[in-house]
Each structure stands twice: as structure tokens, then as C-alpha cells.
């Protein structure tokens, strides 16, 4: 439903694009507050925002301002179809474009239901109160190698996807922790990344993108434990992050850069608390604003 609104946006909208950093990171409310545009949240989870850019580049007029948050071990993960990063958002894309009038009639009727009971996903690690759910992640000895940690839901999400974390993944040490070992098992699975692929294909984009007016900024959000320690050291910045920016010669922010920002903690290593992401926001308009960057959307 958010990608429908891109068909109707004008050059002062603005599309936030990336992986869950930016969902998490970039609030809606806040943005809206310091720019008088609410951006289009397009972010995907556990995805490289690449697929989703693409879309929207050759299958829409848009020429606005899009957002494109910097994950680098998604980012820079891969091109290949099948792979994970890859698949899941192609597979937004796909849906949206094959959807039946079916499908859209039933999301509208599901809204007044979903927003009047609670119910138990047929995910697992969504609940965490399902009896097969909960079976599932008691481990016995060694029968599954490297199994992966249990991954606990610590979002929540409203119909226009504007995203926080759950109070409890702030609260909770032992809660945040579990989130933090699912980290530790990614980055010890992860495959190399495909700098090389991954950069040809977005610069192509990108290029297509401005020709036509559109105004595109790179934003690396905070991340900080040992997940930001295996990104400084298996991606770093200055092979990574650098070559991107001068390659793509548009605006770019780095968390790091910035005294009001670089301090920021995330109580899993790799999103912000509520309270943090509406300050995130806050300061991060307020810097993209005096830097020029917003100068194709309405500012207050």
C-alpha cells in the first residue's frame, strides 16, 4: 500500500529506502514535524535496498528525494536473485505489481480486525507463545550444527510502517541479548560481499534517477558493539563507504561524523529505542536541511 503512494508523488515527496536500520531509525512523525512532508516508508527488513531502488527508478516517473540507507553488509551483500537479501524485497516488488483486487480488498478489510484483536502469527518467533514456537527453540545437544539463536520479534509497526522498537528490547538485558547473538550468527554465516556488483548495479540506477531530476541521499545509520566492530573490520568505511559516496556524488551522512549523533547506542547493536530514533530523525533533518540536501521537498 505505501508503494502505491509513490505512483502519485510529486518531486517534493520523499521515499525512505534501506533495511531495517531505516525502519527502525527513521521516524515518520518527526520527519513530518521538521520538513512538513511525511516520507513513504519503503525500508525491508533483512534486505539490500537495492531491488526496491530499482523499482522505482524504471517503473515510476518519481523524481522527488529518496532516502537510501547504507547497511553495508546488506548494501553490499549481492545482485543474485536467489539470495536472501536480494529475494525478499524483490518479492515485495513482485507482489505489488501481481496483487489481485482480491488481495487489496482483503488488506482493507483486515485493517478494523487487526486493529481490534490480538492474534498469534503464524510465524514462528513472532509470538514466542505458540507451544511449537517455543518447542522449537529448546536446543538438545548437537543434533542441528551452528543452529540459529532464537530470534525474538522487537518491533512494532503501524499501517503506514512506521516502525519502533519494543520497549522491552530497551528494558530487558536478556531480551536485547538474544537479538545480539542472532547478530553474532549473521555475521558468522555471512558470505563475502560483491562490492563490485552491487555498486555497477545502483550506479546505473542512480545515474537514471538524477538525469531526471531525482535528488538521492546515502545515510549510515548507528550501529556500535561488536556487530559495528565486524562491519569496521570486514567492510570498512574507507573501502566501502567512501568509494560509495565519491562514486555517487550526492549527499551523504555519515552517524559517525556527526557529535550529536555518534553517541547514540543501540540496545541490540543495530537499531535505535523509540526515544533515540525520534531524536535520530530530529537531528538528522535538521543537518540535511542546513546542508542543502532537502532542497526538492517542502521545508518548513
Not at 81 to 86: I, S
Not at 96 to 121: M, V, W
Not at 252 to 260: R, V
Request: charged content about 25%; some cysteine; aromatic content about 12%.
Amino acid at each position: 500500500m505505501q508503494r502505491q503512494g509513490v505512483e502519485k508523488a510529486s518531486g517534493n515527496d520523499v521515499l525512505l529506502i534501506g533495511s531495517s536500520r531505516v525502519l527502525f531509525d527513521i521516524q515518520l512523525n518527526e520527519w513530518q514535524a521538521q520538513t512538513g512532508v511525511r516520507p513513504i516508508q519503503l525500508a525491508s527488513v533483512g534486505s539490500s535496498p537495492l531491488p526496491i531502488f530499482h523499482d522505482v527508478v524504471n517503473n515510476t516517473d518519481y523524481n522527488g528525494t529518496i532516502l537510501i540507507g547504507v547497511t553495508p553488509g546488506l548494501f553490499f551483500s549481492t545482485t543474485f536473485p536467489q539470495a536472501q537479501p536480494w529475494q525478499w524485497p524483490q518479492s515485495k516488488v513482485d507482489y505489488y505489481k501481481k496483487r489481485t483486487f482480491a488481495q487489496i480488498s482483503n488488506h482493507f478489510l483486515s485493517i478494523p480486525l487487526q486493529e481490534s484483536f490480538a492474534f498469534i502469527s503464524d510465524d514462528q518467533g513472532v509470538d514466542g507463545i505458540k507451544l511449537k514456537e517455543l518447542l522449537g527453540k529448546i536446543k538438545v545437544g548437537t543434533r542441528v550444527p551452528d543452529p540459529m539463536p532464537p530470534f525474538h520479534e522487537f518491533g512494532e509497526i503501524a499501517l503506514d510502517r512506521n516502525t519502533v522498537m519494543k520497549e522491552i528490547a530497551v528494558t530487558d538485558t536478556a531480551y536485547a541479548n538474544s537479538v545480539k547473538k542472532v547478530w553474532m550468527f549473521f555475521g558468522k554465516n555471512a558470505p563475502a560481499p560483491d562490492k563490485e556488483s552491487t555498486m555497477a548495479f545502483f550506479l546505473k540506477d542512480l545515474k537514471t534517477f538524477k538525469e531526471r531530476g531525482g535528488n538521492a541521499i546515502l545515510v549510515r545509520c548507528p550501529s556500535n558493539g561488536l556487530l559495528k566492530a565486524g562491519e569496521d573490520k570486514f567492510l570498512p568505511r574507507t573501502e566501502f563507504w567512501d568509494p560509495l559516496v565519491k562514486a555517487s556524488e550526492v549527499k551523504a551522512y555519515y552517524f559517525e561524523d556527526y557529535e550529536q549523533l555518534k553517541h547514540l547506542e543501540c540496545p541490540e547493536w543495530s537499531h535505535l529505542s523509540a526515544k533515540d530514533a525520534r531524536y535520530f530523525t530530529t537531528e538528522l533533518v535538521k543537518i540535511m536541511k542546513a546542508d542543502g540536501a532537502l532542497s526538492n521537498s517542502k521545508t518548513n
